[in-house]
């Protein structure tokens, strides 16, 4: 079971990472005809940067399920190396269970804010795209982080030997 689990992560972010990268080459195509249009033809385009912006949120949001994955998260621990082997066990598991109750709450707190911006059918003011989009890559990218923290504590705590990225 753990390794069909294991196989699902992998699967998810093998998705996760091919659909990141498209936002950020999406986000780099519309930088550059921005700057085409701006400088060449004096034309920019006007809804550019919100939608730029929302690719890049979109990236960084889902993106983090990777991090989460080869466990590279920025995080202040020069004391906790200093501890005794058993004490960092122990804090790293604490550590995965603050994470896991963290992202859990922040996407039941913030799943009303997405249902409310579809009932009111906000939408961004240059490019008119629904507001419930990007912000709902908030909760999604937190949801990816939560599994893959809950995935990872029922495997043992470790991700398996074969994946690279965690190296």
């Known amino acids: 079971m753990i390794d069909h689990m294991l196989r699902a992560m992998r699967g998810l972010l093998a998705i996760i990472r091919v659909l990141s990268g498209v936002l950020l080459i999406c986000s780099v195509a519309l930088n550059f005809a921005n700057i085409i249009g701006r400088y060449f033809l004096h034309s920019s385009i006007p809804w550019a940067e919100e939608v730029m912006l929302f690719l890049m949120v979109g990236c960084v949001f889902l993106g983090n399920g990777i991090v989460t994955w080869s466990d590279r998260h920025i995080r202040m621990d020069v004391i906790v190396h200093m501890m005794p082997e058993k004490i960092r066990e122990l804090l790293a598991l604490l ?10 709450a922040l996407v039941i707190f913030a799943w009303p804010v997405i249902q409310q911006l579809v009932a009111f059918d906000q939408r961004s003011m240059a ?3 629904p507001l419930a989009i990007p912000q709902a890559m908030l909760p999604l990218g937190l949801l990816i982080m939560a599994f893959i923290v809950a995935g990872r504590l029922l495997a043992g705590g470790s991700r398996d030997s074969s994946d690279k990225s965690a190296h």
């Open 95 to 104: 550590s995965e269970f603050a994470l896991f109750v963290t992202a859990t």
């Open 127 to 129: 490019a008119n795209i």
